[in-house]
């Protein structure tokens, strides 16, 4: 049997409501509410990537190469619940990355990122990149905004896949990239770099770095960067690394970022220069105090000390606040997985938890007065090794609505699900627990050969995919 591990990779679809995993034999559909597999096939073949669309039955795959058919220069787009290819799209070199939304699919290769239309599978845009080998590529779920970020050597460059035109370029890391995430509607932009102490939030479409988040110490692998659904206020980050560790993070309050406090500092000169004369002001003072004390002045030297210590207090006090907004933010809750011995690779996601109404998590009011705000969240993690953990994650707030301040109570995380997702032996047998929808395992994929005067059948096949679940009614 191959060392490779039970499961080749992983996704959750733009909601976070499902994780679809592929193996050496195809791939399964779980829900992440309650782990069960809702929808899967073993007789695809070996898979390196596959991307949902949501719970549509649309569903982008990209093949090991072990068999002809399942080349990993071919994304290939499926209609899973028909067992249909509505078609494919051929890369020059092999496929490192997919993401996709309602209007856009973009393929990562090695050194080039292609923007091609849902509808009809065309090649919209071809960009040039530096070398990536790690595919490090993200896209907006919202397809009227279809913000694209992907790594350009140390920059990350964003791109608008609507209108095909560049937003923004950044640098938040001095050390090589290891992670992109942009939230729903690519706003927010969120890095890690190879170190993984350090992970940064920049706003978009203006690309100022503005949070900045400590996950630990020592460096590490960060394995996977997400942000939680729209639900969230004030706005969640949930990442893990190879520490065997999930960190969730709370983007609240003002900017906490070392270049941001440096930036504003810049544009408000009249500060520096008040900084500057009381320093100035402070060392004359000091050499007038030392003279008045060789010379026996006690009263003047009494003030000049008092003078001194007031401008010393302040300078300090500026030099404290300066030091503590420079300073990154810690995580409101961090997560032990209890088996990493063997995990390669860990895939976390954030949400709601299932039941809970949104208006809990709605922005607070600008009482002071009220109490402490009490929510829950669901954080749920994926493992190379198959495994699927499940934590409740309950927060509390100070009185002004913060999680991530000195005086927020500790927030308890709490594993109340752990289970396989693919049996070892990788038999038809994908998992414990029901299943739901799932298609005969002996049946076979009708292939579609797609010609450009097929365009207007592909759009018509894949809007009719797009339109319907990828889950069969239960009986």
């Keep these: 049997m191959s060392d490779a591990p039970p499961v080749r990779c992983a996704s959750y679809n733009q909601?976070?409501?499902?994780?679809?995993?592929?193996?050496?034999?195809?791939?399964?559909?779980?829900?992440?509410?309650?782990?069960?597999?809702?929808?899967?096939?073993?007789?695809?073949?070996?898979?390196?990537?596959?991307?949902?669309?949501?719970?549509?039955?649309?569903?982008?795959?990209?093949?090991?190469?072990?068999?002809?058919?399942?080349?990993?220069?071919?994304?290939?787009?499926?209609?899973?619940?028909?067992?249909?290819?509505?078609?494919?799209?051929?890369?020059?070199?092999?496929?490192?990355?997919?993401?996709?939304?309602?209007?856009?699919?973009?393929?990562?290769?090695?050194n080039r990122v292609t923007i091609h239309e849902l509808g009809t599978l065309r090649a919209l845009q071809t960009i040039e990149t530096a070398s990536d080998p790690l595919g490090l590529m993200a896209l907006s779920a919202d397809a009227e905004s279809s913000v694209l970020a992907y790594a350009d050597g140390n920059a990350v460059k964003v791109h608008d896949a609507l209108n095909l035109c560049g937003i923004a370029e950044c640098r938040p890391h001095r050390s090589p990239l290891a992670a992109i995430a942009l939230n729903s509607d690519g706003t927010m932009l969120a890095t890690a770099s190879a170190r993984g102490t350090v992970i940064r939030v920049t706003s978009l479409p203006s690309g100022t770095k503005m949070w900045s988040f400590r996950r630990g110490t020592t460096s590490s692998a960060i394995q996977s960067?997400?942000?939680?659904?729209?639900?969230?206020?004030?706005?969640?980050?949930?990442?893990?690394?190879?520490?065997?560790?999930?960190?969730?993070?709370?983007?609240?309050?003002?900017?906490?970022?070392?270049?941001?406090?440096?930036?504003?500092?810049?544009?408000?000169t009249a500060a520096n220069d008040v900084s500057a004369s009381n320093a100035t002001a402070a060392a004359n003072i000091s050499s007038a105090l030392a003279r008045a004390r060789a010379g026996g002045l006690g009263r003047i030297a009494g003030f000049a000390g008092a003078a001194v210590s007031g401008i010393t207090s302040r300078v300090r006090s500026g030099l404290t606040a300066a030091r503590s907004a420079m300073e990154p933010t810690r995580a409101i809750a961090v997560v032990k997985l209890p088996h990493t011995s063997s995990t390669k690779w860990s895939l976390c996601a954030l949400q709601p938890t299932p039941g809970s109404a949104a208006d809990k998590w709605a922005p607070p009011s600008l009482d002071s007065s009220q109490p402490n705000r009490q929510l829950e969240a669901q954080l749920s993690v994926v493992t190379s090794d198959a495994v699927f953990y499940d934590y409740n994650v309950r927060l509390e707030s100070d009185r002004s609505g913060f999680f991530s301040r000195g005086d927020a109570k500790e927030t308890v995380a709490r594993l109340?699900?752990?289970?396989?997702?693919?049996?070892?032996?990788?038999?038809?047998?994908?998992?414990?627990?029901?299943?739901?929808?799932?298609?005969?395992?002996?049946?076979?994929?009708i292939e579609t050969r797609v010609v450009a005067d097929d365009a207007q059948e592909l759009r018509t096949n894949v809007s009719e995919s797009m339109s319907q679940s990828m889950f069969a009614e239960q009986s």
């Design 416 to 445: 109340e699900r752990e289970c396989k997702l693919v049996d070892e032996t990788l038999d038809e047998n994908f998992g414990s627990g029901s299943t739901v929808g799932e298609l005969p395992t002996d049946g076979r994929w």
């Design 15 to 110: 909601d976070f409501t499902y994780v679809c995993v592929a193996t050496r034999t195809g791939y399964a559909v779980h829900g992440t509410a309650d782990g069960q597999r809702h929808h899967h096939d073993d007789s695809l073949g070996s898979l390196r990537h596959c991307e949902m669309l949501f719970s549509s039955s649309l569903l982008c795959v990209v093949g090991d190469g072990d068999v002809p058919a399942l080349s990993p220069r071919t994304i290939k787009v499926l209609d899973a619940r028909l067992r249909r290819v509505l078609g494919e799209i051929q890369c020059a070199s092999s496929v490192t990355g997919v993401r996709l939304n309602r209007a856009r699919i973009a393929a990562r290769e090695l």
């Design 225 to 268: 960067l997400n942000f939680g659904t729209t639900t969230f206020h004030p706005p969640l980050l949930c990442v893990s690394s190879d520490k065997g560790t999930a960190h969730v993070f709370a983007v609240e309050g003002e900017p906490r970022d070392a270049d941001w406090v440096e930036e504003r500092v810049g544009e408000t």
